[in-house]
């Protein structure tokens, strides 16, 4: 792949034009992570492009995005650009094709700003990121409350870049964070899915969780969770405490990798204590079906994040038979 990224820039030059890698592929390869894709930066505008490369498909053609085809791999060429004011908290309004350092300025955390140019085999860094990426900072470019209102989903992915990669989040950014958590539900539910499998299939998924609980996302999210706080339990059975912090604990147990169906399972298993939640005559706290009901709780919450049909089918089984286990020799 970076073969041929290279061979691209290279033809770019050929007709005068400047051309980098992009974003989180640069991130990467300081990292010595081979890029799962590698995106292109480069000042030809999309009908340049598109007149220079034989097999090309447009994207986001009004945003300057032009996707190449060479050797049967896809490689996205992005025209330099600055954006405008972002209504929707999605997209910018319009853009207006600039300087690569103006480039980089738009672009979202400090670790995903920088360029690599294959010709010099030298990184180029207009926002520090490298300094950053040494000292595992993640960093809002700019003002973060200014790149969070432009991208709600920024909101997550400074969660998921923190989780992922093992990062703190920097001052003023988690700030930003939780002051703007409440907008996260102003973007698809589709968006915010995605973000939260990377999270929660993540080995360090329990920093995940703690993140997204101390931001206030997760609350917005999944509020169902929020409510298993100070939901206590038999303490002869559940000596750990609340249903919250067991949810917890039972994440941390999972192995390394798992399935979407298994991690949610884990996370919402307990979901329907809370509304079940009773005292007996003996003064014992029972959750009675609360399986049941909690499984048609996980199937509500998984339609409304728009998980597919089969993920929410086999989440909501093991959710409903998770009681099963227990007598389990």
Known sequence: MEETARQICARLREHGHIAYFAGGCVRDMIRGIAPKDIDIAADARPQQVQQIFERTYAVGAHFGVIVVVE?????????????????????????????PEEDAKRRDFTINGMFFDPTKNEVIDFVRG???????????????AQRFSEDRLRLLRAVRFATVLEFEIEEKTWNALVANAPSITQISAERIRDELVRIFVSPQRIRGWDLLDESGLLRAIVPEIEAMKGCEQPPQFHPEGDVFRHTRIMLGMLPQTVSVPLVFSVLLHDIGKPVTAAVDENGRIRFNAHDRIGAEMTERIMERLRFSRAEIDDTVEMVRQHMVFKDVP
């Open 71 to 99: 050797n049967g791999q896809q490689f996205e060429v992005a025209t330099f650009r600055s954006d405008d004011a972002y209504s929707d908290g999605r997209r910018p309004d319009a853009v207006h094709f600039s300087s």
């Open 130 to 144: 490298r300094a950053d990426l040494e000292t595992k900072l993640i960093r809002a470019i700019g003002d973060p």
